[in-house]
Structures are given as structure tokens and as C-alpha cells.
């Protein structure tokens, strides 16, 4: 079945530690994004990339750091800059370039990173 | 900033119809309205969107007003599995990001109770 695949589901970090989330999807979609949920609070946008070997800073990207070379992958890396890392990660794509395509998403099912 | 409000929390009888509103009064006349839901503990779902027109799906009708400032999400016949977290989103151009002045911005949603 085509969607997206988040791994692992649950991910312990170590102080200093860096962590990479993975994120893979085979549904052909150019856009790929990151978000962070914390309890009581929304979605917030951490990197988007809306083709390979190009990416953004959302609203939320210090201490994260990604990259984009392939279109089915998009790794999140969690760096020990990060001091506050534990939340629930979601990692999103949509398939078009415009409205409203390009805003609707397809999730993966989350990683839920805690610190140690 | 087009942003949204919605209640809290709903409850909703098993088989009955269950109305979430979604004020959003300062909307741009271009913007899209979205859907999603999330059940605990796993990525958004996609439910539909609209512009100006009412719209309907395998999984939900979505009612705009005429002055898009507020729209309904109907869900006919609410099951157990409807009980999740509901996002009514638009969108707001966001200055910082240059190239992409726009991102969907997620609120608290509302968390829908369908109770036997």
C-alpha cells in the first residue's frame, strides 16, 4: 500500500545526542515535511522541502537539521542543540505544487521522542 | 492573520449527525478551508477542504457560509472510530519565509466524543 513509513515509533535520546528520525514515503510526492507536537499545543513546522536536494526552515528549526536526497526520503535529525527535544514528530507530503494540492497532507503514523 | 476558533470538546450520540463549527473571520478570499482529524497517538488524517462552495465526501460534508467566515464539518452517521481530535486549518502567509510566504497554521482542534 502507497504512504508514508516513520521509524522507529519510539526513540530515547541521551543527553548530547544527536538522533535521526526516519521518514519514507512511495507515494511519488515532491513535498515533504516535519513537524513537532507537544501536549496542548499544534502542529508547528519544524523543515519542509518541496523537491529533492532543497529544503526550508519552518518555523521551529533550531537545533533540527534535515536533508533531501532522494525523493522518497527525508530524515529528521534531532542535534543535542535541541534542548527541549522530547515531543511527538510527524513527518507529512502532499502531492502538488499549488494550492490546494500542495496542502493536503498525507501524515505517517509519528515517532515519539523522549530524553533520557 | 486568517486564523481559526473552535470548541474544545464536543460530544455526539452514536449514529447521530455531529456538527463541528469553525469560525475563521478574517479569511482571505483565495484561501482554503481543511479538515483533519487525528486519533490519539497517530498522525493527522485528511478529511476535506473547500473554497467557496459546499462540498461532500465518502467521509464527511463540509457546509462554508456565504461570507466564509465560519464553516460547519457534518459527519452523518458518528461511529466510535470518529472520536479524535478535529482540525479546522487555513492558511497565513508568513513573511520570514521567503519564496513561500504561506504555511497552514494548527490550532488546538476539537476533540470529538462519539459515545455509545
Known amino acids: 500500500d502507497g504512504g508514508i513509513t516513520q521509524s522507529p515509533k519510539y526513540l530515547f535520546r541521551k543527553e548530547g545526542q544527536n538522533v535521526t528520525l526516519s521518514c519514507e514515503q512511495n507515494l511519488n510526492h515532491d513535498a515533504m515535511y516535519w513537524y513537532r507536537q507537544d501536549p496542548g499545543q499544534g502542529l508547528r513546522l519544524i523543515y519542509y522541502s518541496q523537491i529533492v536536494n532543497d529544503f526550508q526552515k ?14 522518497e526520503s527525508f530524515p529528521l535529525t534531532v542535534t543535542s542543540a535541541q534542548k527541549n527535544p522530547t515531543a511527538f514528530y510527524l513527518c507529512a507530503s502532499s502531492s502538488g505544487q499549488r494550492v490546494p494540492l500542495s496542502e493536503k497532507l498525507f501524515f505517517g503514523s509519528g515517532t515519539q521522542l523522549s530524553v533520557l | 492573520d486568517a486564523k481559526t476558533t473552535q470548541p474544545p470538546s464536543m460530544d455526539c450520540a452514536e449514529g447521530r449527525a455531529a456538527n463541528l463549527p469553525c469560525n475563521h473571520s478574517t479569511i482571505s478570499g483565495n484561501e482554503y478551508v481543511y479538515w483533519y482529524r487525528q486519533i490519539h497517538s497517530q498522525g493527522p488524517q485528511y478529511i476535506i ?9 465518502e467521509m464527511a460534508s463540509l457546509i462554508i457560509t456565504e461570507d466564509r467566515k465560519s464553516s460547519t464539518l457534518i459527519l452523518p452517521h458518528a461511529t466510535l472510530r470518529d472520536t479524535a481530535v478535529y482540525y479546522c486549518i487555513v492558511r497565513v502567509r508568513s513573511p520570514r519565509n521567503a519564496g513561500n510566504n504561506r504555511k497552514l497554521i494548527w490550532g488546538l ?3 470529538l466524543a462519539v459515545n455509545p
Open chain 2, 49 to 57: 477542504h473547500g473554497l467557496k462552495n459546499n462540498e461532500t465526501n
Open chain 1, 58 to 71: 519552518g518555523d521551529i528549526a533550531e537545533g533540527y537539521s534535515v536533508s533531501r536526497e532522494k525523493k
Open chain 2, 109 to 111: 482542534g476539537t476533540s
